[in-house]
């Protein structure tokens, strides 16, 4: 590389990392930043128990179900970035959200998986959303075709997986890199 574009490319580099230190310059920087949220009303915060690894055919259970009625609004626990949003045959409509900064036991980077949606979520790849913000509702979706009622109770599945880490040990404790969202549940349920 000729010194003329070294000097360019370290000269736009520079620029960058100043404009990545100015507050609010990074474009959907969560403004509650440090907050986590229950993930359903107050009132199901009893509703749920530690039923991490319980036997399901699939294999042992990666999150902890939340048990609530049909149409219950469901809340994002921490702000950050949808990561993905549609349908699979165990969690029917799902989405899933990456956190936008350390709080408690989540590492910035983590990802909550919301799952038996009722309905598909509003939301898109890439959107930002704040911490209690509704990105659904309770429902009981699941199997093969998009759209199928699963013969279960209405609840929320929540997953929790481990996000990108570097020189930091894993916390995973699933080789999928799922973590038991018992011990957070307990932290927001207040």
């Not at 042992?60 to 048990?67: A, M, Q, S, W, Y």
């Not at 626990?77 to 990561?83: H, K």
Request: hydrophobic share 35%; with cysteine.
């Amino acid at each position: 590389m000729d010194g003329t574009r070294k000097t360019r490319l370290g000269g736009m580099l520079l620029a960058l990392l100043a404009l990545a230190a100015l507050p609010g310059a990074c474009a959907g920087e969560p403004e509650d930043t440090g907050t986590a949220v229950f993930p359903l009303p107050q009132r199901y915060a009893g509703s749920y128990t530690n039923d991490w690894g319980a036997p399901r055919p699939q294999g042992p259970h990666e999150g902890t179900d939340i048990f609530a009625p049909e149409g219950t609004p469901v809340y994002a626990i921490t702000g950050g970035t949808v990561v993905a949003e549609g349908w699979n045959t165990l969690g029917g409509h799902t989405v899933t959200i990456a956190a936008a900064y350390d709080v408690g036991p989540v590492r910035e980077g983590d990802r909550l998986y919301y799952a038996h949606l009722r309905t598909s979520s509003p939301l898109e790849p890439g959107e930002e959303v704040r911490a209690g913000q509704k990105i659904g509702e309770v429902g009981r979706t699941a199997g093969e075709e998009v759209g199928s009622v699963a013969d279960f109770p209405p609840h929320l599945h929540l997953g929790w997986y481990e996000g990108f880490r570097l020189f930091r040990e894993s916390r995973a404790q699933a080789p999928s890199g799922a973590m038991n969202p018992y011990p957070l549940l307990r932290q927001v349920a207040g």
